[in-house]
T-cell receptor, first 112, second 113 residues
Framework: KQEVTQIPAALSVPEGENLVLNCSFT??????LQWFRQDPGKGLTSLLL?????REQTSGRLNASLDKSSGRSTLYIAASQPGDSATYLC???????????FGAGTRLTVKP | DAGVIQSPRHEVTEMGQEVTLRCKPI?????LFWYRQTMMRGLELLIY????????DSGMPEDRFSAKMPNASFSTLKIQPSEPRDSAVYFC???????????FGQGTRLTVV
């Protein structure tokens, strides 16, 4: 069974700082990996999807990378803003049955 | 498309009652996922469907839980009888071909008292 781990569990940074969130997974046989954002009491909002054949994806200030062989992905947030404060979750879509499994998330706080 | 639609948004019920949660996936999506989210266990995959057929229900915690997808535009998750430990937020998500971008509904917050 695929295990997905996210570190750190929580992160607090001052506004303007660049930061990296980490996601690791145990089985490299994946179709793709997706990063989500969740605000308190809300649903999940898709940020970026990386196909297994890709190495990275960019959207605005966000850049996600994928290294299948080592079972790792990172989400880079440039010039962080207080509005970026949320929980960030990564999900791995398995190559064996297309199920989607999540890490526990990283709770990010960006202080003004 | 209005996105994935879940109803109700909030449900409070007494222990022992039957609870039915509903989900309408995005039109054209052929995969549908049900998740449960709690502080202790995070997001747990309960069951997922492909073309209305259940593919993996190994995450369904007990026989009290059942899910159906009678057609491509509707799915239900039923808990009978409900227990206080079932209190959680239940999410539904859908995707096309299972390996493209998945979209989530706003969730149903279930409280069993």
């Amino acid at each position: 069974k695929q295990e997905v781990t996210q570190i750190p569990a929580a992160l607090s940074v001052p506004e303007g700082e660049n930061l990296v969130l980490n996601c690791s997974f145990t089985d490299s046989a994946i179709y793709n990996l997706q990063w989500f954002r969740q605000d308190p009491g809300k649903g999940l909002t898709s940020l970026l999807l990386i196909q297994s054949s890709q190495r990275e994806q960019t959207s605005g200030r966000l850049n996600a990378s994928l290294d299948k062989s080592s079972g790792r992905s990172t989400l880079y947030i440039a010039a962080s803003q207080p509005g970026d404060s949320a929980t960030y979750l990564c999900a791995v879509i398995g190559g064996w049955g297309n199920d989607m499994r999540f890490g526990a998330g990283t709770r990010l706080t960006v202080k003004p | 498309d209005a996105g994935v639609i879940q109803s109700p948004r909030h449900e409070v019920t007494e222990m022992g009652q039957e609870v039915t949660l509903r989900c309408k996936p995005i039109s054209g999506h052929d995969y549908l996922f049900w998740y449960r989210q709690t502080m202790m266990r995070g997001l747990e995959l309960l069951i997922y469907f492909n073309n209305n057929v259940p593919i993996d229900d190994s995450g369904m915690p007990e026989d009290r839980f059942s899910a159906k997808m009678p057609n491509a535009s509707f799915s239900t998750l039923k808990i009978q009888p409900s227990e206080p430990r079932d209190s959680a937020v239940y999410f539904c998500a859908s995707s096309y071909r299972g390996n493209t971008e998945a979209f989530f509904g706003q969730g149903t917050r279930l409280t069993v008292v």
